[in-house]
């Protein structure tokens, strides 16, 4: 069955960098199309960025875009998120995800990685 951990939270401070791992298992890593989403604390899921199958097209969020890279590694079933300069409102429950559809939320997820931004 689908599998996917996610590693790399933690707390770090305004302006700090933090890179995510996501270890896929379960499924053909190399053929899917791969998704981040967060969770901010009382709010809904919200898409942050994918990454075709090869990893030749990635896509973010505005409220990302220039800050967050989406990676992916083929050899390893593993997928990236490099998150530089953070903000507060970066502060969620990361997920990765395959088959994430934004319109209906739906898709197979992780348990998550915390991710607090914080002075």
């Known amino acids: 069955q689908v599998q996917l951990v996610e590693s790399g939270g933690g707390l770090v401070q305004p302006g700090g960098s933090l890179r995510l791992s996501c270890a896929a298992s379960?499924?053909?890593?190399?053929?899917?199309?791969m998704s981040w989403v967060r969770q901010a604390p009382g709010k809904g899921l919200e898409w942050v960025s994918d990454?075709?199958?090869?990893?030749?097209?990635?896509t973010y969020a505005t409220s990302v875009k220039g800050r967050f890279t989406i990676s992916r590694d083929n050899a390893k079933n593993t997928l990236y998120l490099q998150m530089n300069n953070l903000e507060p409102e970066d502060t969620a429950v990361y997920y990765c995800a395959k088959d994430w559809v934004t319109n209906t939320q739906s898709g197979s997820r992780g348990q998550g990685t915390q991710v607090t931004v914080s002075s």
């Open positions: 379960g499924f053909s890593f190399s053929s899917y199309k």
């Open positions: 990454i075709n199958t090869s990893g030749s097209w990635t």
